[in-house]
């Protein structure tokens, strides 16, 4: 089992050679892969170095799976290579998720969808991760009408620089800007670009994108995304209009037994999902479960996960696990 990590010298690549170490995924060759100033740089992965190639030598190497995190513009490309030459690739950018004859795959919902001919899957956007993890069982049970969609989103999805900014702004330092404005003590509600019709590629990610993986193109979906000061995950704050009735008890019990998800959920003892605790977990985090008052069959849901785990690096992996154990 070859495994190549294309972007291993990036924010996400990093985490999944982190990830592929801690899951014990069976792999026998490493194959860590970055851009041509990064070539020969040596990579660390349990106990010994891996010397980075370019992508064409890793095209050339004929790796079994390939875990792409570096940019859709490198995956337009590269990514066809990647599966002529054999090659099943896993593909974390947002360059093939709405491609039709692509699959957009979530493990705990549509991984059985999968089959050997499929050599370019499509991780979805991590704040789509997250969330539909936890909506799913709710759309399995009762349908789902509508979601009005609010994200607080980590600056580590931006990236390095984002990370920086932050660092320089709280040391009060000049430095280079990842945002138009200044992130430290700030709210920015402008995640990627903005669209022609109003919204950013961010939030049109969450309609088309759990349009696409719920199979079900007539929920009505509507979402703002926000950039905040937050390291360590994604926070989402989802209104949910049901087909069916039910209530918070029975939504807490739906998602205590769904895969993947961790209920927290106590007022009492002000027990809730937050960055700081999801912070290197690989679950979902579901609380602050309330009916929404003002609206039938409606609930309130607060969403949280570590976006480079979940939302990226461990979303891939388990595709590749799935891939591996059904080989």
Not at 82 to 97: L, Q
Not at 123 to 134: E, H, K, R
Not at 224 to 229: L, S, V
Request: aromatic share 6%; charged share 20%.
């Amino acid at each position: 089992m070859k495994v190549a990590v294309v972007g291993a010298t990036g924010m996400v690549g990093n985490v999944m050679l982190q990830l592929l170490e801690e899951r014990q995924f069976p792999l026998t060759e490493l194959i860590p892969v970055a851009s041509e100033r990064s070539v020969g740089k040596l990579i660390p992965f349990k106990g010994k170095e891996y010397p980075v190639v370019s992508l064409q030598t890793a095209v050339d190497m004929k790796a079994d799976i390939a875990l792409f995190s570096a940019g859709g513009s490198t995956s337009l490309e590269w990514a066809p290579k990647f599966a002529e030459a054999g090659t099943t690739v896993i593909d974390n950018s947002s360059a093939w998720r709405m491609d039709p004859d692509k699959k957009l795959i979530i493990p705990e919902i549509n991984a059985h969808l999968l089959t050997p001919e499929d050599k370019i899957i499509a991780n979805p956007n991590c704040s789509t991760i997250q969330m539909l993890v936890a909506l799913a069982p709710l759309q399995n049970t009762y349908g789902i009408e509508r979601l009005v969609i609010s994200t607080y989103q980590s600056i580590t999805g931006t990236g390095v620089a984002a990370v920086q900014q932050l660092e320089n702004e709280y040391e009060g330092k000049k430095g280079e800007m990842a945002y138009p404005y200044p992130i430290h003590r700030n709210a920015l509600p402008h995640c990627d670009v903005f669209q022609d019709n109003g919204y950013t590629k961010e939030e049109m990610k969450l309609v088309n994108e759990t349009h696409k993986i719920l199979g079900d193109d007539t929920i009505g979906i509507t979402a703002t995304a926000i950039r905040i000061p937050v390291v360590g995950g994604h926070s989402e704050s989802v209104n949910v209009q049901l087909k069916g009735e039910s209530s918070v008890a029975e939504i807490q019990r739906l998602l205590s037994e769904a895969d993947g998800v961790i209920v927290q959920d106590n007022p009492e003892t002000n027990t809730y999902p937050m960055p700081l605790y999801a912070h290197g977990k690989d679950e979902v985090f579901v609380g602050r479960i309330r009916q929404d008052f003002s609206q039938d069959n409606t609930f309130n849901l607060w969403i949280v996960a570590d976006n480079l785990r979940k939302g990226a690096a461990t979303n891939a992996i388990q595709i590749a696990e799935y891939l591996n154990s059904n080989r």
